[in-house]
């Protein structure tokens, strides 16, 4: 069983930066993705940034939206996901979501909301 549980959201103005944060805990190796998604209502959960482990190495994938402003990290002795978010815009409004791909299952958090507003 893996648990996941992020923190960070809020409120902010466009422009300005968040820093959400995602803490695992469980049985996690033969971990394959670590990420970031988020989801507005009526539409899919979507992509952001995440981490592809596998083949021997790790590759970070970043949705063409977020390039250049979001930058996901990694803390693995202390199980812990990032994701740094810069010049926040309007759209990046969501609820934020950690996944965590483990052993071929999907592992969500409870997600996190972000609002980017005057």
């Known amino acids: 069983q893996v648990q996941l549980v992020e923190s960070g959201g809020g409120l902010v103005q466009p422009g300005g930066s968040l820093r959400l944060s995602c803490r695992a805990s469980?049985?996690?190796?033969?971990?394959?993705?670590m990420g970031w998604y988020r989801q507005t209502p009526g539409k899919e959960r979507e992509l952001a940034a995440s981490?592809?482990?596998?083949?021997?190495?790790?590759?970070?994938v970043y949705a063409d939206s977020v390039k250049g402003r979001f930058t996901i990290s990694r803390d693995n002795d202390k199980n812990m996901l990032y994701l740094q978010m810069n010049s926040l815009l309007p759209g990046d409004t969501a609820v934020y979501y950690c996944?965590?791909?483990?052993?071929?299952?999907?592992?969500w958090g409870q997600g996190t909301q972000v609002t980017v507003s005057k």
């Open positions: 981490f592809i482990i596998g083949g021997g190495a790790t590759r970070i």
């Open positions: 996944k965590r791909r483990v052993r071929g299952q999907d592992y």
């Open positions: 469980g049985i996690l190796f033969s971990t394959t993705e």
